[in-house]
């Protein structure tokens, strides 16, 4: 890719370049090179800015404007979705699958994308931010079948989230909506959603300028938040909760 883009230097703790100066096509295109460290990764997410790449690409970054985010307390499902939530057995846990999920979001197929950008060194980095406390998931099954997740890093009060799938139809709404109403629950206002698209448009997100964007993470991400497995702050929903609608 013969892009002339700023590229990162050997300190995973290095400044990356203002997002002011990212690139308008492709939307959001900031800095090549670095690493995937979980030093690199998390002073990226502190700034509001992620990896996304596909296998045979250099290593590239991105803080988009708009940015998609989600209100905890606004994410929606319809309302015949949530009349079938009501008989649904589905129960909803947190970092008892982490790489599970991960690898399901990586062999899900996309719309327009030819291959996955969880690419086996990405898998690798988020797995290890998970064993580190800072990557989490959320997983919904129907008995023992793992049948939709979300997964994503959490830093102060903040989450950036980063894949879902669905292995039963519903099951990444499911998962979305209970991740929200927790983080709700805990007084995390907001959920990064990255880049905008149709299914995420109708479930709640919110297209947000950068700058605004990146003035409210700076506030969250310093507050206090906690390291480690999210499993028992999280506990055991069923999914037939998010039938009715949070507060």
Not at 160 to 175: I, L, P, W
Not at 193 to 203: F, G, R, T
Request: aromatic share 10%; hydrophobic share 45%.
């Amino acid at each position: 890719m013969a892009l002339r883009l700023p590229l990162l230097p050997d300190d995973p703790l290095a400044p990356f370049p203002d997002p002011i100066l990212a690139r308008r096509v492709p939307d959001g295109l900031l800095a090549m090179g670095g690493d995937l460290s979980p030093e690199r990764l998390f002073n990226a997410y502190r700034h509001g800015i992620f990896p996304w790449f596909s296998a045979g690409q250099p290593l590239l970054w991105w803080c988009p404007d708009p940015r998609a985010v989600f209100r905890t307390d606004h994410v929606r499902l319809s309302s015949r979705f949530r009349r079938q939530l009501r008989q649904s057995q589905w129960t909803v846990r947190a970092d008892t699958a982490f790489d599970r999920v991960i690898e399901a979001c990586a062999a899900t197929p996309r719309a327009g994308q030819g291959g996955t950008w969880i690419t086996d060194d990405m898998l690798a980095a988020y797995c290890r931010l998970h064993r580190l406390g800072h990557a989490h998931s959320v997983e919904v099954f129907d008995g023992d079948i793992l049948v939709g997740g979300i997964y994503g890093v959490a830093i102060g009060r903040m989450f950036f989230g980063e894949s879902m799938f669905s292995g039963k139809t519903g099951g990444s709404k499911v998962a979305l909506a209970a991740l929200a109403r927790q983080l709700h629950n805990w007084g995390w206002p907001l959920l990064d959603a990255q880049v905008e698209n149709d299914h995420l448009l109708s479930l709640g997100a919110e297209l947000w300028p950068r700058p605004v964007f990146l003035d409210a993470i700076a506030t969250l991400v310093a507050q206090p938040g906690w390291t480690g497995p999210w499993t028992g702050h999280f506990g055991e929903m069923a999914a037939s909760e998010l039938a009715t609608r949070s507060a």
